[in-house]
């Protein structure tokens, strides 16, 4: 979501001389929205400096860009900078105005971003990093730079800054960026700490992952260290870092991963028609969001993500949040996160949407697409693991978790506290989660669940034709629950565990009333293919 900006207003635009900024460094890792702030207070206050041009130690240079921008303007709106040589860091700072609009109306909310002399193609160079709307301003340098945006060489050239002005009120949205260019010897060379791609595994086991949070890179309160201490309370495995539409989380998260916790870089990419992950990237590879459905631009970078090893997973497709609706298809996606955060009625559609093609993509003799569930935290008191992943891999590496989820081994769990072993047997022969059984039409086949930590909690097998058992689990939470069919009867069967509803039963999964039939989700399971041995 985005912050209220609330930058303050500078009227002071000519030149000025650099103050004493002790806490400059603090600022910039902290990125605090007013530290910059009171330095340019203090900058404007002690008047213009005489320094010559060109020289390393010239003053400050801060210009002002303001402008007007009506509703139906460009979803991005790019303003140049030029930057000339000696520049040793950008800062920028900006504000909008945010006029009455009738209730039920969006009001004015623009996003922010960077550019450098490299441009701002597509997919391009050029990316030097995004706050969204988080942040009313932000710096960049050589050796440091505002979480969101990239450390690195200020070069001599056109840089823009870039509007994402995503809501427009009906009078328009009037912006000004105020744009600092600090003169002198460039700092140390930045040096990124990618996170190893393997941590200590127990071989071929069942590890737990949440492949989608926050951070202060992009729209979280965290910070890098608290993430990585809350997926170690949670009891996770490993976790995929996800910031909004930038890279630069990825070369912070060496120091934090651990033996005990396998750390992957991923991004999530902000577009106008919907989020998606990108899992497991290249460390400091940056995916591009500046698309719509229609501009048929997701595709190649799909093939991006794809050519690196790395998952495409459409995120929370039905939130009702401006922008945050899926629309660009499952076709190309490797998973669909069906249960983002805590359990709530868009994650109920997301279900039902997964549910129904897996039939489709079964008839079709395709690969069926798993189902992941993730976080989304972003800050306390969201909770770190709820849900996360639970996936069968062959070690506790890059690869073998990725391989896991893109084959649909795993299942989601509300919590590590909740345990769960889900197979089919029959014709002497057993199946696994996301794994397929080929037996004769007729052969009895059992559909066993073993679970535990869910009290009172509903268990419920379904298939291709819907709900077809239903079973309560006692109050301390632990129980097997056996039902049989054959593959002539079902294409597939999968298994979610409910908490009982509000009012303490536990529901009926297959009938239709005023309220929901069933409680939150505990845990859902892939399914178990089950294909007719025509031999
Ligand atoms: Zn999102
Ligand atoms: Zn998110």
Known sequence: MPADPTAPRHDEDDQHEEPAQPARRDLLRSGLATGAATALGLAAATGPAAAAPNQADQADRTLTLTGHLPTGCP??????????????????????????????????????????????????????????????????????????????????????????????????????????????????????????????????????????LHTVHSDGRRLPEEVAAGARAAGLDFIISTDHNTSSSHAVWGPLAGPDLLILPGEEITTRNGHWLALGLEAGRFVDWRYRSRDEEYPRFVRQVHRSGGLVVPAHPYCPYVACQWKFGYEQADAVEVWNGPWTYDDESAVDTWDSRLAVALRGGRSWLPAMGNSDAHSAP??????????????????????????????????????????????GRQAGIGEELTVPADAPLDVRLTVSGVPGGTVRFLTDEGQMHQESLPADGSGTVVWRTTASLAAYVRAEVRHPKADGTPGKGNSMGEDLPWGPMAALTNPIVLRVDEH
Do not use: M
């Open 75 to 212: 979803d991005f709106v790019y303003l140049p900078v030029e930057v000339p040589d000696g520049v040793r860091e950008i800062a920028v700072s900006y504000s909008y105005d945010k006029p009455q609009v009738p209730a039920g109306t969006p009001g004015n909310s623009c996003d922010i971003g960077i550019f450098d002399e490299r441009g701002t193609d597509l997919g391009g160079d050029g990316f030097r990093g995004w706050s969204g709307g988080f942040r009313t301003e932000f710096a960049i340098a050589r050796d440091t730079a505002t979480p969101g945006y990239l450390p690195g060489p200020v070069n001599p050239g056109t840089w823009h800054i870039a509007l994402g002005p995503y809501q427009v009120a009906p009078q328009g949205l009037d912006y000004r960026v105020q744009v600092t260019l600090r003169f002198g010897a460039p700092g140390a060379e930045f040096t990124p700490h990618y996170p190893p791609e393997r941590a200590r595994g127990r071989g071929r086991a069942w590890y737990r992952g949440d492949c989608h």
């Open 382 to 427: 969201q909770v770190i693991g709820l849900p996360h992943n639970v996936v069968l891999a062959e070690d506790l590496t890059r690869d073998a978790v990725l391989d896991g989820l893109r084959a649909g081994r795993s299942w989601l769990a509300e919590s590590a506290t909740v345990r769960l072993d889900f197979t089919v047997t029959g014709n």
